[in-house]
C-alpha cells in the first residue's frame, strides 16, 4: 500500500464546521513533487502557531494559524514527534 499526498501537492487541511467541509492550507507547502507525510505526533498548534514534521525530515511552521507556511528544514532524520513553545 502506497500512502502519497493528493497528487503530490503537500497541504493541511482544515475544517470549521465539525469536519463537514475540510480546506486545504497550501500557502508556502511544496505543490509539486511532495512524497512527504506527517505522522500522528508530527505534528502542533499553539497560539495561532502551527508546526509540523515529515516522514521525509523536513519541517514547516505557519504563524497564522495555516495561512502562510515557512520551511524551517528540509535535511533531518524522519520527524516522529514535534512540540510547539511559544515565548513571548
Known amino acids: ?38 505522522l500522528r505526533h508530527g505534528l502542533d498548534y499553539q497560539e495561532g502557531h502551527l508546526v509540523f514534521g515529515t516522514n521525509n525530515g523536513n519541517l514547516y511552521h505557519s504563524a497564522d494559524s495555516g495561512g502562510h507556511w515557512q520551511t524551517i528544514s528540509q535535511s533531518l532524520a524522519t520527524v516522529r514527534a514535534v512540540k510547539l513553545m511559544v515565548v513571548g
Do not use: C, I, K
Open 1 to 38: 500500500m502506497l500512502r502519497l499526498p493528493h497528487e503530490q501537492a503537500l497541504a493541511v487541511y482544515r475544517t470549521e464546521d465539525a469536519g463537514q467541509h475540510w480546506h486545504p492550507l497550501t500557502e508556502g507547502l511544496p505543490q509539486s513533487g511532495a512524497f512527504d507525510l506527517a
